[in-house]
C-alpha cells in the first residue's frame, strides 16, 4: 500500500505553461507538505497544511497555490512556470508533529 | 545563516569502517532533531528521531549538545548498503507547527 502517492512521477513542459501536481496520502495524518528539492540537492519547504488549513507559507513565488480540498489531499498548483522552476517537488504527511512521510516525488523539468 | 549546515562530503569510506556525520543547527528554540536518509533518485525517510541522552539503533548512534547545538550520527561497521545522502533535520518550531529545517545532506559511499 502506497501511504504518499503523488502524480506525475515525471513532468517536462514549457516556460509559461501552467501545471498541477496531485498528493494523497492514505495515512490519516493531519498535516500535509510540500518541499521542493533543487539541482544541489538543497530541500525546503513551501507550504503546510494541517487539517486543511495553510500554516505554513514560506517565501515561495505566488505563482505557486496549493489546494488542499481534503484532509488526505494536497495539490500543487504552478502558473507561468519558469526555467528555475525545474526541480523535485516532494509532497509529506505527518501527525502535527511526529515523523514526516514522503511520497516519491515528482521530477518537474521546464524547458 | 542557514537554519542547519551539514558537511556535504562526499565521505568515501570501506565496507566496516565507523564514519561519523556532524551538524550544526542554529535555532536554540529548536526542539525535535532527526537523521534522514536519502537514496539517490528516492525520497528522503526518516533513519532515527536524536534525544538528548543520545541514542542507538543497532549500528546507528545519534547523538545532541545542545549546549553546542550540535547534532551527530555515528555509522559502525559500514555495509555497502549504507551508501546514501544523509540528512540532518530540525523542527524550527518558529510557528509553532512541525517546520522541519533540512541540512544540505552528507553523501556516503561505502566501497567494497
Known amino acids: 500500500d502506497t501511504a504518499v502517492s503523488q502524480t506525475p512521477k515525471y513532468l517536462v513542459t514549457q516556460m509559461g505553461n501552467d501545471k498541477s501536481i496531485k498528493c494523497e496520502q492514505n495515512?490519516?495524518?493531519?498535516?500535509m507538505y510540500w518541499y521542493k528539492q533543487d539541482s544541489k540537492k538543497f530541500l525546503k519547504i513551501m507550504f503546510s497544511?494541517?487539517?486543511?488549513?495553510?500554516?505554513i507559507n514560506e517565501t515561495v513565488p505566488n505563482r505557486f497555490s496549493p489546494k488542499s480540498p481534503d484532509k488526505a489531499h494536497l495539490n500543487l498548483h504552478i502558473n507561468s512556470l519558469e526555467l528555475g522552476d525545474s526541480a523535485v517537488y516532494f509532497c509529506?504527511?505527518?501527525?502535527?508533529?511526529?515523523?514526516?512521510?514522503f511520497g516519491p516525488g515528482t521530477r518537474l523539468t521546464v524547458l | 545563516r542557514k537554519e542547519v549546515e551539514q558537511d556535504p562530503g562526499p565521505f568515501n569510506v570501506p565496507e566496516g569502517a565507523t564514519v561519523a556525520f556532524n551538524c550544526t543547527y542554529s535555532?536554540?528554540?529548536?526542539?525535535?532533531f532527526f537523521w534522514y536518509r536519502q537514496d539517490c533518485r528516492k525520497e528522503p525517510k526518516l533513519l532515527m528521531s536524536?534525544?538528548?541522552s543520545g541514542n542507538e539503533d543497532g549500528r546507528f548512534t545519534a547523538q545532541l549538545n545542545r549546549a553546542s547545538q550540535y547534532i551527530s550520527l555515528l555509522i559502525r561497521d559500514s555495509k555497502l548498503s549504507d551508501s546514501a545522502t544523509y540528512l540532518c533535520?530540525?523542527?524550527?518550531?518558529?510557528?509553532?507547527?512541525?517546520?522541519?529545517?533540512f541540512g544540505t545532506g552528507t553523501r556516503l559511499t561505502v566501497i567494497p
Open positions: 509529506a504527511s505527518s501527525p502535527f508533529e511526529g515523523e514526516q512521510f
Open positions: 495515512l490519516g495524518h493531519d498535516t
Open positions: 497544511y494541517n487539517n486543511k488549513e495553510l500554516i
Open positions: 535555532n536554540s528554540a529548536s526542539q525535535s
Open positions: 536524536v534525544y538528548s
Open positions: 533535520v530540525v523542527n524550527g518550531r518558529q510557528t509553532g507547527a512541525n517546520n522541519l529545517f
